[in-house]
Nanobody, 127 residues
């Protein structure tokens, strides 16, 4: 059984930074993908970034150049470094994991392909 516990959210002003963390409990096989998704009130859940265990990454256009996804396999932890935050980044952020490759984030249903989910951590950016 795989469990994800995410943390690191908070309230910041526009232009600020936050780093989200997601600790993975349990074992995942050698071919897996992890990602960060977000959902704002009244909006669909959208993909933010993914990383495959071999290291390849993908980003939503809205966060390219500002967010960085990474993983520390020794600590079984996934990170999302968020810089230059904007009010439109305000949302509940979730880490997620699936077996196999990374689905394209342009797929509005990409979130449905992920099997394991964290409980979410709130990010609020004020102008």
């Amino acid at each position: 059984q795989v469990q994800l516990v995410d943390s690191g959210g908070g309230s910041v002003q526009a232009g600020g930074s936050l780093r989200l963390s997601c600790v993975v409990f349990g074992y995942m096989s050698s071919d897996y993908c992890m990602g960060w998704f977000r959902q704002a009130p009244g909006k669909e859940r959208e993909g933010v970034a993914t990383i495959h265990n071999i290291g390849s990454t993908t980003y939503a256009d809205s966060v390219k150049g500002r967010f960085t996804i990474s993983q520390d396999n020794r600590k079984n932890t996934l990170y999302l470094q968020m810089n230059n935050l904007k009010p439109e980044d305000t949302a509940m952020y979730y880490c997620a994991a699936k077996y196999g490759g990374s689905p394209p984030l342009t797929d509005l249903m990409a979130w449905s392909r992920f099997r394991y989910w964290g409980q979410g951590t709130q990010v609020t950016v004020s102008s």
